[in-house]
């Protein structure tokens, strides 16, 4: 089996090269969220994808993005100081990697946006799996962990949706959006793919900006979501 990988990948370098691509994957950013690149004179930067090894940002000055800038990246109250290298330009995105070491940026990684990794590892469970509604096309994206999002399909129309994270759980439904968290401690069964709604939730008396956020961000990363949904559902929370 190694010689057939050094066949298709090359060399030890080749392998090693690839081992570490397949350990970085990008997380994408919604477009109105609020993480940035702003450079060391002071021009920000809004950010679209973020990994290990680099980033996308967008640049709609019309001004040529520098080849080589040093600044800092800001996610919320975190920031990172970072050496970018412009290596793709494609209309007013840029793709650069990082020049300098990026042990502090995994650190911000593993913090912020641990949640949206394992978004990117939903998956579509089968109609089997999911629980009947009265009325439209039920949808149901789950990975272990408790990460989920189920939602109904009505004539194209998304007209309800649950999104979990770790015990989170934003839920769309009669026109009205509700955060709250689930209590698990008398439902320890993890061997069956449940659905949250047979958990209890506490409910918040009103959903906070970092909720809306942090919601945004998990379905701008479920992979095999269709655009369409994740726009209407994103849409759903930008104007709470």
Do not use: C
């Amino acid at each position: 089996m190694k010689n057939f990988l050094k066949k298709i990948f090359g060399g030890p370098a080749e392998e090693k090269s690839f081992a570490h691509k397949q350990r970085s994957p990008r997380v994408r950013i919604p477009v109105l969220d609020k993480a940035t690149f702003v450079a060391a004179n002071g021009k920000t930067f809004p950010l679209r994808n973020l990994s290990e090894t680099g980033l996308a940002l967008s640049n709609s000055s019309g001004e040529r993005f520098p080849d080589e800038v040093s600044g800092e990246i800001h996610v919320g109250g975190e920031k990172v100081r970072v050496e970018l290298l412009a290596v793709r330009r494609s209309g007013d995105e840029v793709g650069v990697n990082f020049a300098n070491d990026p042990s502090e940026l995994r650190g911000l990684l593993r913090r912020v946006f641990g949640d949206e990794l394992h978004a990117q590892q939903m998956s579509e469970v089968d109609p089997s799996h999911q629980k009947e509604v009265s009325q439209g096309l039920p949808r149901w994206f789950y990975t272990p962990g408790h990460y989920e999002l189920f939602f109904v399909e009505l004539e194209g129309k998304v007209v309800r949706f649950e999104l979990e994270w770790k015990g989170n759980l934003m839920v769309y439904a009669d026109g009205g959006l509700r955060f709250g968290l689930i209590d698990r401690r008398d439902n320890q069964e993890h061997d069956k793919v449940k659905h949250a709604q047979s958990s209890l939730v506490k409910w918040a008396d009103q959903v906070r900006d970092e909720e809306l956020t942090k919601a945004m961000r998990l379905l701008e990363n479920v992979k095999d979501l269709e655009l369409a949904h994740r726009a209407q559902m994103q849409s759903i929370l930008q104007k709470t």
